[in-house]
């Protein structure tokens, strides 16, 4: 049972537009929303988080956008740069379950940004 | 600031035979996890320790899979024996108690079971 899922494997894009990463979640329980990036062979690093208590969280040219009745979550990337391309994972928490939950990220299958020159 | 450092960075066995991996935390991170990655997957918790105490193994195989951190700094985790769909990226994360959500990952151990 896949509680994160992100349907899009690959994403190509051109340098300078806009490039939409989606993500979809079904545990309702979920309130608090990551994405991290991760280049080839290194580990992931966090990029933007968002609480399930706004809609819209903007870090420079990072906008994450949550749609909590589609459970639905988006990453916009303007203007979009080759040192963006990477693979860009979601992961969900459940912040307030305490105990042993927090903490525990689950994490989408990933999709591989590519953003040509 | 030292990040998460990880060894070995590349690990090939054959199936039965037994594996340990090595993750340093950032300092001053009381929370340490692991995560098993399977290519085309994201990273999955296996096990997730607060200084020196398992808070989470509900995911680990704990037939084959240990993991020990006992002076709540350095985690191993071994798996005995191993098989091959145990070929993964194993990921060591830490983070601080009062931010779990925002964990920093190693580089990780690619692990191949032939």
């Known amino acids: 049972d896949q509680q994160v899922k992100q349907n899009s494997p690959s994403l190509s894009v051109q340098e300078g537009r806009i490039s939409i990463l989606n993500c979809d979640y079904t545990n309702s329980m979920f309130d608090y929303f990551l994405w991290y990036k991760k280049y080839p062979a290194e580990g992931p690093t966090f990029l933007i988080s968002i609480s399930s208590i706004k809609d819209k969280n903007e870090d420079g040219r990072f906008t994450v956008f949550l749609n909590k009745s589609a459970k639905h979550l988006s990453l916009h990337i303007v203007p979009s740069q080759p040192g963006d391309s990477a693979v860009y994972f979601c992961a969900a928490n459940d912040a307030n379950a305490g105990g042993t939950s927090y903490g525990k990220l689950t994490f989408g299958q990933g999709t591989i940004l590519t953003v040509h020159p | 600031e030292a990040g998460v450092a990880q060894s070995p960075r590349y690990k090939i066995i054959e199936k039965r035979q037994s594996v340990a991996f090595w993750c340093n935390p950032i300092s001053g991170h009381a929370t340490l996890y692991w995560y098993q990655q399977i290519l085309g997957q994201g990273p999955k918790l296996l096990i997730q320790f607060q200084n020196n105490g398992v808070v989470d193994d509900s995911q680990l195989p704990k037939d084959r899979f240990s993991a020990e951190r006992l002076k709540g700094v350095d985690s191993t985790l071994k ?32 692990l191949s079971v032939l």
């Open chain 2, 79 to 110: 798996i005995q024996p191993a098989k091959l769909e145990d070929s993964a990226v194993y990921l060591c994360a830490s983070s601080l108690v009062e931010a779990k959500n925002i964990q920093y990952f190693g580089a990780g151990t690619r």
